[in-house]
């Protein structure tokens, strides 16, 4: 077990510039999961794919943001036009679809718009 | 999807046992109460799951009354190293949309 992996840990846009995040999750795990974070709150679900589907997004997530799980494995987060309220922590999640399957977590990539 | 209510901050010192109480009034039957933590900069950690009594494992315990509208995390002899913030999660294998509010951020002193 590797762990989840996320890339890159730290970006900083200037806003109105597109940024695209990567996550490689646990290589058996067919859930994956974006959460975003900000200061003092708990990480917000945005998008949950099982294998390559993309099976629900959250309101959070306006027209400028998309992902992808091309072929179930890694995926990939970006977001066009960005805003200085993008900022946040972006995280990865995955697990399987056991009944007692919890999240697993990568360290997330802190955006910064300025 | 079952809303919880915890507390938003606890002190506590070290060596001591820090007791989390989380509220899950409208839990459901085939919910689960999952605790996590998150240190700066990190993404959440599965601490311990339960369903009902009481689940241990070499972290914490979870202790859920008969009714389960509550769940309690127990950290026996928190070190500094266990200040972080702690979210009870509730829902079945299927809820992917799980909420994990504000959690609770718990501050061990030496």
């Known amino acids: 077990d590797t762990g989840v992996s996320q890339d890159p840990r730290h970006k900083i846009t200037k806003r109105g510039q597109n940024v695209t995040f990567r996550c490689d999750p646990i290589?058996?795990?067919?859930?994956l999961y974006w959460y975003r974070q900000t200061l003092g709150q708990g990480p917000e679900f945005l998008t949950y794919?099982?294998?390559?589907?993309?099976?629900?997004k959250s309101r959070l997530l306006s027209d400028r943001f998309s992902a992808e799980r091309p072929k179930g494995s890694f995926s990939t987060l970006e977001i066009q036009r960005t805003e200085q309220g993008d900022s946040a922590m972006y995280l990865c999640?995955?697990?399987?679809?056991?009944?007692?399957?919890?999240?697993?977590f990568g360290n997330g990539t802190r955006l910064t718009v300025t | 999807l079952a809303k919880t209510t915890q507390p938003i901050s606890m002190d506590s010192y070290e060596g001591q046992e820090v007791n989390i109480t989380c509220s899950h009034n409208?839990?459901?039957?085939?919910?689960?109460i999952t605790w996590y933590q998150q240190f700066p900069s990190q993404g959440p950690r599965f601490i311990i799951q339960?369903?009902?009594t009481k689940v241990t494992n070499e972290v914490a315990s979870l202790f859920i009354p008969a009714d389960r509208k509550s769940s309690t995390l127990s950290l026996p002899r928190v070190s500094l190293s266990d200040t972080a913030v702690y979210y009870c999660?509730?829902?079945?294998?299927?809820?992917?949309?799980?909420?994990f509010g504000a959690g609770t951020t718990v501050t061990v002193r030496a």
């Open positions: 999660l509730v829902g079945d294998s299927n809820d992917y949309k799980l909420s």
């Open positions: 794919f099982q294998n390559e589907a993309q099976l629900e």
């Open positions: 999640a995955s697990s399987s679809t056991g009944v007692l399957s919890p999240l697993h």
């Open positions: 339960g369903y009902k």
């Open positions: 409208n839990i459901a039957t085939n919910d689960y």
């Open positions: 290589s058996e795990h067919n859930r």
